[in-house]
Every structure is written in structure tokens, then in C-alpha cells.
């Protein structure tokens, strides 16, 4: 009976698509924290990276709505860390098939080679989102858009030092001007026919979240740059929510998984996952938009 | 005896930059041909990625500089297809240490992240060069620019048709407009500052290949979009080479690996790949750059 219940909400949850699966995810575990998996060998306090994430995730899960993986960190280790990232969602699906897995991929290629991509994703890895850039245009994103029970977060404003170089660029379209950053927003609100698009804003530049929700009043916003990267939460949650207090996944990589390089880490892990989680329903809880 | 000198031959030529690298290769080769791995299993004629691969590189590589894996190929097929990436560079090693093999990733993250990127290219993989993506901007970059004896190809005017919503915008900069693919290249040169990087210009946009060449008069051009995506080569040639007949490295994918369907692939692969090296070299001849 269990078995079957389980099947049945499988069915129906890859009949919702991206942004009310997401919706469901933060609603049922009353929280907007997504918790970047990075393993990094230099500061991971075990050697074993799938024990590493299983340890973070144990800790963490009834804390967040979301877990976002780079890819980067489980390729920089080869194959047994790709093996590792396997386990890894696994895991995450055996703990809870509510919560949403952000691979953050940063993809983007041509046509054929996006497909491929877009196979690797969400066929082999199955995740439920990903990061994917705009710089090679609408055909290279096609392959993500087209999946709508997928997320799609394309790169917009991010929270890099280095990203204002091309991200505040002016540029001129139908004799109007306006920063780059802005012209790809409004681009994702035309590849949003499905419902299944994001944005990735940076906490570092809140002018611009501010901005942003503006022009994209409803669009989930994948929000990094709090903690390590010296973001400010309150500002963040304050001006990336939409206007029922919702849609902006607050991501923390380092701040939560380093938060103790020694072996009390999972606490340490659930206490600033914790914290976080509490601080932003405190700040929505101030703006009248509580659970 | 052999050994010996094979092992001060690597050392050597770690010594070089990519750029030496990249000419010694094109020059012990006589051929500016770059042949793409990208294994499909709805196209290609044997089940094995690698015995597909290896037999591909068997038949062309006295004919090519380089090769070029699309890393999105490889990961679309799990980790079955991530072994079978690892065979095919150890193979492309061990047939001939002079080729060039470009990662064609199109990675861009930040600052951290990118680390984790480059070193899971240029030390994982151990590629000469990878395509990475400048949305990011110079911190998302630096782990890759740092490292002056493997290649950067930055993406700057790429083939695909979708490219021109994004790349061909016109921006303002210090009081300037020029489209945005112009900023990449000149932004491109700034980063060159230890010889290593190139541009991706596609073959299907012959005006801005020409004017790609006259901002960056020596870098290294990687031009995909030969063949099945309808690039001219007698012009790409023309308008992409250096003053000196050189680094223009002309990639053709589909059009060799998929030459023929059937049991004769190699033979029709080599056959592909031997008529666009002649091709190139016959439009060298005429313009006075032959080898």
C-alpha cells in the first residue's frame, strides 16, 4: 500500500511542473533554503565525498526545500567523484522525493550538443533543475525549456566579483538601452512559456534583485551569495520574494557544509542551516508573508 | 633509449605555451584540421563509444592537429560514457603526443567553482585546451588563463544560429558601441596575457570571423560550423588565418565521425577527413601560405 501511495505521487509530481513543484517543496518543508553540496577535498572534514554528502544532507533535509550539487566540485575528482554526485541524489530521493535538486551545471552549447546536455541532466542524472547560461541564445536552451516538469535557472545577474564586466554592459535593443543583465531577464520571461524558468541573482548586488523583480514578478529566483560570499540575507529574502513572500531560493554553499572543519561538522552544519532557515522566515515573517 | 627521450619530449613540451604547442602540432602535422568526438548512439554505426572512438582516431590521426571531445556527449551517457572519454584521450596520447585535445566544455562559474573546472579539465582530463564561456567575467576565467601551457578558447561568435540574439547586441562601452561579440574578443586580448587563449568563431558568420581576425591578428581561432551546419570553408580559411597562413583551426564533427552509417565508417570517416585537410591546405596554396 505504502509502495503503491509512493508510485502514485511519483506520477503526479512529474505532472506538476517546475515552479509548482518548487512551490510544493518550500510550502511542505516551510523553508526557502537550498543547500549547495560543493565537496571540496581541501576542506572537507572526511575524505569519503558520497559520506560527506550523505552526513550534510542527514543533518539538513527538514531544514530545506532544495539541495543544488555543482558539477564542478564531483568532476574536479574524477570519476569516483562523479560516482559520488550519483549516490549522492540518490540519497537525497531516498530521504525526501519532495525536495528539489538544483544541479548547478552552468550549461550552454549549440543545438545538438545542448540536447545532450539537456539528456545528461535530466535523464541521467535526473535532477529537477538546472543552471544554464544565455550567452549562445534561445536554440541553446531550447532542449531545457522544452521539459516542463524541469527548471530551468539561466544565469542573469551573478554574484561574482567579475560579473558586472558583461552582466552591466549597456546595451541597445529596439532603441532602448538598458544593462545586459535586464535584457536577458526579459528574454527568460519569453523562454518561460512553460513555466519552468528561473533566474540565478546574485545577494551580492540587491539593487539588482530589486530590479529584477520588477521586470519578473512571479519567476523563481535562485539566490547564491550569502555567507562566504558576503551577501546580506535580510536584504536578499526582503527584495527577491515575490509578492506573496515566496520564489527566492536562498542558496548556501560553504557557509553551511564548512561551517566546522572538525568532526562535530553535521552539527555544526545543522546549526547554521538552522539559523538561516529561521532568519529568513523571521524576515518574511516581518513583511507579513509567514508560512 | 625511446622512453627516455619520449619522457624529455613531454617535459619540453610543457615548457611551451599552448600557442607553441598549438603550432608545433598544426606544423609536425601540416594541417589546421580539428576532427570533433562526439559520440551519439542514434548515429553512430558500433554500440562501444570507445571502440567507436578509437577507431575514428585510428583512421584520421596523421591528418588532424587536434581533436575535440564534447564533453556534453560523453556525460549524456553517464559514467559509462565518462570511462570511455578517459580511454579516448589516453588513446589520442599514446597514437601521437604532438595532437592538440580541446575539451570543448564551454565551462564558466565563479571564482571557486571555476578552480574546481579547470582542474577537473586540466588535471583530470589533462586536456590542452577547453572552451569556456565569458558571461562570468575575468574571476570566473583566471583559473584557466593562469595556466600558460593549456589553451582558453573563449566563446565569442558561435555557430549555432541562436547566437546572434545575445552576441551581436550592440554595446556601450567607455562612450563606444560595437556588437557585444567585439567586447568579447577585445576583452579576450586583455586576457591573453600569457599566450593561451583563442576565440571560438564559427564558420557560419564569415563577416565576423573577418573582423574577429583583424582585432586579434595572431590568436588562435577555433571555427566549428564547417559542413553539416553549413559553414564555407574555402572562406572560413581565408578570413580566419593569421598573416602567416596559420591558427585557424577548422573543426568539422558530424561531417567525419558520421561520414557513412554503415560498416565502412572509417573508411568514409578518413575519406571525410582527408578531402577537408586537402581543402584547407589547396586554399593555404592559393593564398601563398602553404606549408
Known amino acids: 500500500m505504502h509502495t503503491r501511495l509512493l508510485i502514485q505521487y511519483h506520477i503526479w509530481r512529474h505532472s506538476l511542473n517546475f515552479t509548482e513543484k518548487l512551490d510544493l517543496a518550500c510550502q511542505s518543508q516551510q523553508s526557502m533554503l537550498c543547500v549547495g553540496l560543493d565537496p571540496d577535498p581541501r576542506l572537507m572534514p572526511v575524505k569519503n565525498t558520497l559520506e560527506f554528502n550523505k552526513s550534510i544532507i542527514h543533518a539538513t ?3 530545506v526545500c532544495a539541495y543544488k550539487p555543482n558539477l564542478a566540485f564531483y568532476e574536479a575528482l574524477g570519476l569516483p567523484g562523479l560516482r559520488a554526485l550519483e549516490g549522492t541524489i540518490d540519497y537525497i530521493r531516498s530521504v525526501n522525493p519532495h525536495l528539489i535538486i538544483i544541479a548547478d551545471a552552468k550549461r550552454g552549447d549549440i543545438g545538438n550538443t545542448a540536447s545532450a546536455y539537456a539528456r545528461a541532466l535530466f535523464d541521467v542524472w535526473d535532477v529537477d533543475a538546472a543552471t544554464v547560461n544565455p550567452y549562445l541564445g534561445t536554440d541553446s536552451l531550447e532542449p531545457f525549456l522544452s521539459r516542463p516538469d524541469r527548471g530551468v535557472f539561466i544565469l542573469c545577474r551573478t554574484s561574482n566579483t567579475g560579473s558586472s564586466e558583461m ?4 546595451v541597445s535593443h529596439k532603441g532602448y538601452q538598458q544593462p545586459l543583465y535586464k535584457w536577458v531577464a526579459l528574454k527568460a520571461m519569453e523562454w518561460n512559456r512553460l513555466g519552468n524558468v528561473g533566474l540565478v541573482a546574485g545577494a551580492t548586488h540587491p539593487t539588482e534583485l530589486e530590479e529584477l523583480r520588477k521586470l519578473c514578478p512571479d519567476m523563481p529566483f535562485l539566490v547564491p551569495g550569502i ?3 558576503g551577501g546580506d540575507l535580510e536584504a536578499s529574502v526582503r527584495l527577491g520574494m515575490n509578492s506573496k513572500g515566496r520564489r527566492s531560493i536562498i542558496n548556501s554553499s560553504r557557509g553551511i557544509i564548512y561551517a566546522s572543519h572538525s568532526r562535530d561538522y553535521t552539527q555544526a552544519a ?7 532557515r529561521d532568519n529568513i522566515t523571521r524576515t518574511l515573517g516581518h513583511m507579513g508573508k509567514g508560512w
Chains 1, 2 share one sequence.
Open 227 to 229: 555567507g562566504t560570499q
Open 167 to 170: 552582466q552591466m554592459l549597456s
Open 270 to 276: 545543522r546549526d547554521a542551516a538552522m539559523q538561516l
Open 61 to 63: 533535509h527538514d531544514l
